[in-house]
């Protein structure tokens, strides 16, 4: 069975803390992602990144860094943690091929989310 | 970049009968669409997936529809039962060529015994 697993569910931290989520998927996928997801908002791409070492900027990446040094882990970085990053987190991957064939249709799969909390 | 647009009002029906959820789109016509299901406090979960040469597909009690001169694709479930509650999320790839989907804020669907 399939599993992307995220550190922590809840998390709760204070303003200024640098704070790292972390994301571990079972699957040999290339490629990874971070979002945030807040009521009203729907789910937003922070960074994603398309193999080790390798990190492109999502539609809101500032305040986030990522880090990639195995394929199968990545992490996302709060610097300095604020109160406008509390929401939940979500992290997914997908393949870069499917049967052997490069695909851009491959489906996401999800971990179990965090929800982190910033006072 | 693409603009996904669902239905933000909870769709409440009665369980029996049949769900229809509803992802409209703005920009240019997509490879492809998936629809996730996303639980409380949990990520989604993927569903279907259409691509931009099928007009339907079908999974057991789910039916997806892409119509790419409306711009929109319907999502399907039959036989509706309470346990279909959740909120149902469409994406889209982010733009032409891009394995990266961008994702609608979902519809909360709420199925009544």
């Known amino acids: 069975d399939v599993k992307v697993t995220q550190s922590s569910r809840y998390l709760v931290k204070r303003t200024g803390e640098k704070v790292f989520l972390e994301c571990v998927q079972d699957m040999d996928h290339e490629n990874m992602f971070w979002y945030r997801q807040d009521p009203g908002l729907g789910l937003r791409l922070i960074y994603f990144s398309y193999d080790v070492k390798m990190k492109e900027k999502g539609d809101i990446p500032e305040g986030y860094s990522v880090s990639r040094e195995k394929k199968e882990r990545f992490s996302l970085i709060l610097e300095s943690a604020s109160t406008n990053q509390t929401s939940m987190y979500l992290c997914a991957s997908t393949a870069h091929k499917t049967t052997g064939r490069w695909s851009r249709y491959n489906e996401q799969f999800f971990g179990p989310g965090t929800r982190l909390t910033v006072l | 970049s693409q603009k996904i647009e669902q239905n933000s009002e909870a769709l409440n029906i009665q369980e029996g009968k049949t769900a229809t959820l509803t992802c409209n789109y703005t920009?240019?016509?997509?490879?492809?669409l998936q629809w996730y299901r996303q639980d409380p406090g949990r990520g989604p979960v993927f569903l279907l997936l259409?691509?931009?040469?099928?007009k339907e597909k079908r999974k057991e009690r789910l039916k997806v529809t892409f119509d790419t001169t409306l711009k929109q694709s319907l999502f399907h479930i039959t036989a509706s039962q309470p346990a279909d509650s959740a909120t149902y999320l469409c994406?889209?790839?982010?733009?032409?060529?891009?394995?990266?989907?961008?994702f609608g804020r979902g519809t909360s669907l709420i199925v009544h015994p």
């Open positions: 920009n240019y016509s997509p490879a492809y």
């Open positions: 259409i691509r931009e040469n099928e």
């Open positions: 994406a889209l790839p982010a733009s032409g060529g891009s394995y990266i989907p961008t």
